[in-house]
């Protein structure tokens, strides 16, 4: 691929909104492959995500982001502080919002894009609305007053329609995200598709399975990291993932009855990892209790979360 002509242009574009509007559904459709996990449970991404697409005369750095959301704690701090550190570091903004909750629940939208909204206003960037869910919403005619909202919200900003989980709408919101970008050379190999390590895909996977196997309150005191990475020459990769609870009862809770629970994710992120690695997988997981640790600053950066 030749990238020195003055027509091909290279940036990066954050994709912002509030918990489960569908920005990692969002980033996987554009890539055509997964490299962000997806739950219904809001708040599921922690970390930038970052995603690249390369095209024939561009390649867009796409930075998943974590919701903006006002729920307190310190890791709720970093995941907003982390959200508009990676628009900082933006050639362009999409702001993905969730068209079917609003449409049945207009109440909400004020409420849930308060947080951003002063934010997104005082954006040099270009700003793009993507107005996503919108598969989902039955009657069509809802979606005018959400629109007409969106605009009054943010009326420096060019809306779009989009199903992220479909891919409806999602060629036309790129055909207006590229010139939003300057020229310049692509910087990554056409075939890469992200920056993260094989090690951060795995405890993602690990987690993704987490979210959907507990409870509703459970998962926002998990986190996973790996312990153990190792490849030998029959192609068997070796991975140990140690999964992070705040209480006792919360251990008890991953393990299940006769360790049924934490199995079962095993299971789930097994087939993740193999199509991850390419190979066979060996998975072994553990379960420790390091008490509040979602007010623990140090062990937050260890996560990667936060300055």
Known sequence: MSTNETSFRFGTVALLGPP???????????????VAIVTPKPQTTRNQITGIRTEERAQIVFLDTPGVHRMKGRMNRFLNLAAWQAVERADAVVVLVDADLYARKPAL????????AEGVRRLAQPVLVAVNKTDLVRDKAALLPVMRALGELWPQAELFPVSAATGQGVAELLDAVRPALPEG??????????TLSLRFLAAEAIREQL??????????????????????????????GLIWVGRDSHKAMVIGKGGQTLKAVGQAARQELKALVGGKV??????KVRRDWTEDPHFLRGLGLGD
Do not use: C, M
């Open 109 to 116: 939208l004020d409420k849930e894009l308060a947080p951003l």
């Open 211 to 240: 979210f959907l196997a507990l409870r509703q309150e459970l998962p926002y005191s998990v986190a996973v990291e790996i312990e153990q990475w190792e490849e030998d020459e029959d192609g068997l990769t070796r991975i140990g």
């Open 282 to 287: 060996h998975l072994e997981l553990w379960v």
């Open 185 to 194: 050379e692509a910087l990554f190999p056409e075939d890469q598709l992200s």
């Open 20 to 34: 489960n509007a569908g920005k990692s559904t969002l980033l996987n459709t554009v890539l055509g492959q997964k």
